[in-house]
T-cell receptor, first 113, second 113 residues
């Protein structure tokens, strides 16, 4: 089955700097890669996603890149702000084959003042 | 629109006791999931359902049972609770395989002592 590795487990960046979180996946058939943000005491919420027919997707300060050959994808947050502090999860799935989404272990992002 | 609602929010169980975590969604979603989140371990899939009357095992089903008698409800049953089941449990739902947003509940904090 699919296995998703996420790095780093913890990341601290100065406010205003950029943050990058990386994930790798094992199943080359996976074709849907969402990213979730989880604030303290809340459930995860989708912030951006990308499909395998696209190499990059942007939404304001957030972008995701996908390298299918290397089987890795990354989340980029620019001009970080205090409200970006949270736990971020990557995930992978292959909807046409099965009904499961497999998550990485998460990255705790701290934005330093 | 309530989205995905989980109850209870917090619960302390004694070893060997049983309980049911309730999950209901009002979005008429076909797919529902139960995840557990352990510290530093990300989200692990326990059970999922693709529609009323259909359930299937995820990555870590042992010690749990589910049922899906209606589209709205997907309760998770813990039989003979063990300390290893101390975790945060999240219910989630999605309309179908077309890659729509997964909606998570707020979580249920369970401690087994």
């Amino acid at each position: 089955g699919e296995n998703v590795e996420q790095h780093p487990s913890t990341l601290s960046v100065q406010e205003g700097d950029s943050a990058v979180i990386k994930c790798t996946y094992s199943d080359s058939a996976s074709n849907y890669f969402p990213w979730y943000k989880q604030e303290l005491g809340k459930g995860p919420q989708l912030i951006i996603d990308i499909r395998s027919n696209v190499g990059e997707k942007k939404d304001q300060r957030i972008a995701v890149t996908l390298n299918k050959t290397a089987k890795h994808f990354s989340l980029h947050i620019t001009e970080t702000q205090p409200e970006d502090s949270a736990v971020y999860f990557c995930a992978a799935s292959m909807w046409e084959r099965d009904d499961k989404i497999i998550f990485g272990k998460g990255t705790r992002l701290h934005i330093l003042p | 629109n309530a989205g995905v609602t989980q109850t209870p929010k917090f619960r302390i169980l004694k070893i060997g006791q049983s309980m049911t975590l309730q999950c209901t969604q009002d979005m008429n979603h076909n797919y529902m999931y139960w995840y557990r989140q352990d510290p530093g371990m990300g989200l692990k899939l326990i059970y999922y359902s693709v529609g009323a009357g259909i359930t299937d095992k995820g990555e870590v089903p042992n010690g749990y049972n589910v049922s899906r008698s209606t589209t709205e409800d997907f309760p998770l049953r813990l039989e003979l609770a063990a300390p290893s089941q101390t975790s945060v449990y999240f219910c989630a739902s999605i309309m179908d395989r077309s890659g729509n947003t997964i909606y998570f509940g707020e979580g249920s904090w369970l401690t087994v002592v």
